[in-house]
């Protein structure tokens, strides 16, 4: 006989016998008894989703046993699955859907020749003062005003501003000599330059072609903050993209449509979305043109991604510095040239937080605050949760069947501490889209219970058509 209803309470606040709108195996309309709730794009918001992040294993304050370290983060349990699935939507669409893109894994580590090509040692500069009251420091072009100290209220109190180089300079190997200086790198992209040549020679590419690479870079900002929106060191996924000159500009255009629609297609809200083309006066050294895939944040509007027009300048600044040809030798034209380069340039991490944002939406049922995390099933970190009823040992063997079924397509969360309902509601805070219960009428007809994340509807099906039927539920 089946125990799903009478013995599973959805709410410990819940009467025992109170009918629930989300409980396995019971015939339910949700819809009825569920309220919206208005949740504003504020303050509030941000502090629900970092809450949020920080007790469900999202994301964690970096060495918090010792007090945190300066806006460094550590991802948990569900925050590296989550990551891990911003980055693989990222190199679906940019590198295993195309046959035009391949992939780079260069190193971190690099020496200042590099950097002084790049112009990131003349020019990745922030204007920096210092309040001589308080200590503290501030990007001057992040201050709302220049006579008084946000920190300390202190009048007139700035030095002069001067440039701060943002790169983070280490030493390579035992001496600690000016011939040993390295920098961490605090962009993926001259990896993709310094490798033109390897990767056209090796893969026989020919322009328009693209190099993709996903990886960690650092940046000594002066005012990190708004969680992992700006931190010290991060993850971005970047594509430069080799282009004949003549074409750089349609180019140009199709990849900014392109990555915007990347993010509309994960379930970003269109409205939170914006394509804003820079002014003359905010472009790069590099860049002849750039425009910021932008997300509307509690604070205002924030870049996701620049999608820049780069021209030849990299490629001829490490030709040049370098000695080496980084050209393109075109056969059926008799000619060489140095490829324009179009390069969207994302941040993982920030992208991970704009995702959780967008995703984050709170609605009454029956008079119960239920959170949910309306995350594409791409994007949650796990895609279904395996849920036997009760931690009986008759449902056990039944209910590891399931998993076993499900593990080898996608992660899958199993869970048997707690009543039913709690469960459900901790699979709705961490976005897993579909759970499946494993109950007393499963020994009978081995069919389960799947309910749906968004709509609390649930529907009974058999096992032998549980892997297709959540497949095509969850577009794998
Ligand atoms: N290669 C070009 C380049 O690095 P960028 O606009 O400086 O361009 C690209 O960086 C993306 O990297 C940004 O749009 C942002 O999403 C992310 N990003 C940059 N600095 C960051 C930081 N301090 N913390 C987190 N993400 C950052």
């Known amino acids: 006989m089946s125990e799903a209803p009478a013995t599973n309470i959805d709410a410990p606040t819940e009467p025992a016998a109170a009918p629930s709108a989300d409980l396995p195996g019971q015939a339910s309309n949700p819809g009825a008894e569920i309220e919206a709730v208005e949740v504003a794009n504020d303050t509030s918001l941000f502090e629900k989703v970092v809450n949020l992040c920080k007790n469900r294993g999202f994301v964690f304050p970096s060495a918090e046993i010792y007090g945190g370290f300066r806006s460094t983060y550590d991802y948990g349990p569900v925050g590296v699955l989550m990551l891990r699935n911003v980055k693989d939507a990222w190199w679906r669409s940019m590198v295993q859907r195309r046959h035009d893109v391949v992939g780079l894994d260069a190193a971190i580590l690099a020496p200042p020749a590099v950097w002084e090509a790049s112009g990131h040692l003349a020019n990745f500069t922030d204007p ?15 201050l709302e005003d220049l006579t008084i100290c946000p920190n300390c209220a202190a009048k007139n109190s700035f030095t002069e501003s ?25 962009e993926t992209a001259q990896g993709m330059f310094m490798n033109f040549a390897n990767v056209q020679r090796t893969s026989r590419k020919k322009p328009p072609f ?10 000594n900002e002066i005012t990190p903050g708004n969680f992992v929106f700006r931190t010290r060191e991060f993850e971005q996924m970047e594509m430069e993209f080799f282009v004949p000159p003549e074409d750089a500009g349609g180019w140009y255009a199709y990849w900014c449509k392109e990555r915007f629609d990347w993010y509309v297609g994960l379930g970003m809200d269109p409205a939170k979305l914006r394509l804003r083309p820079h002014d003359a006066d905010e472009l790069s050294h590099y860049s002849s043109g750039t425009s910021d895939v932008e997300f509307l944040f509690p ?9 820049a027009n780069r021209g030849d300048f990299d490629l001829k600044a490490h ?20 490829p324009h380069v179009i390069e969207p340039a994302a941040g993982a991490t920030r992208t991970m937080m704009a995702f959780l944002l967008d995703a984050y939406d709170e609605e009454l049922v029956r008079g119960e605050l239920r959170v949910v995390l309306r995350l594409h099933p791409h994007l949650a ?17 039944v ?20 009543a039913i309902g709690k469960r459900y509601r901790r699979q709705d805070e961490l976005g897993t889209p579909c759970c499946v219960t494993v109950d007393f009428d499963t020994l009978d007809d081995r069919a389960v219970t799947v309910r749906d994340r968004d709509t609390m509807d649930q529907e009974r099906v058999p096992i032998d058509d549980l892997l297709a039927h959540l497949r095509a539920r969850l577009q794998l």
Request: proline share 5%; net charge negative; charged share 25%.
């Open 128 to 142: 920096m003062v210092d309040c001589r009251s308080c200590n503290e420091r501030f990007r001057e072009d992040q």
């Open 162 to 186: 001067r440039n701060f180089n943002l790169m983070f300079k280490t030493h390579a190997g035992p001496v600690e000599s000016d011939a040993a200086v390295a920098y961490l790198r605090p």
């Open 210 to 219: 693209g190099i993709a690479q996903i990886g960690k870079s650092f940046r």
């Open 299 to 307: 604070w205002g509007w924030g870049e996701l991604e620049g999608i």
């Open 319 to 338: 030709a040049s510095a370098s000695g080496e040809r980084l050209e393109y030798f075109d056969q059926a034209t008799n000619t060489r040239y140095t």
């Open 381 to 397: 970190p796990y895609q279904v949760a395996v849920l036997p009823l009760s931690k009986k040992d008759t449902l056990t063997p």
């Open 399 to 418: 209910a590891e069947e399931v998993l076993g079924l499900l593990q080898p397509h996608m992660m899958c969360d199993y869970d048997e501490t707690q």
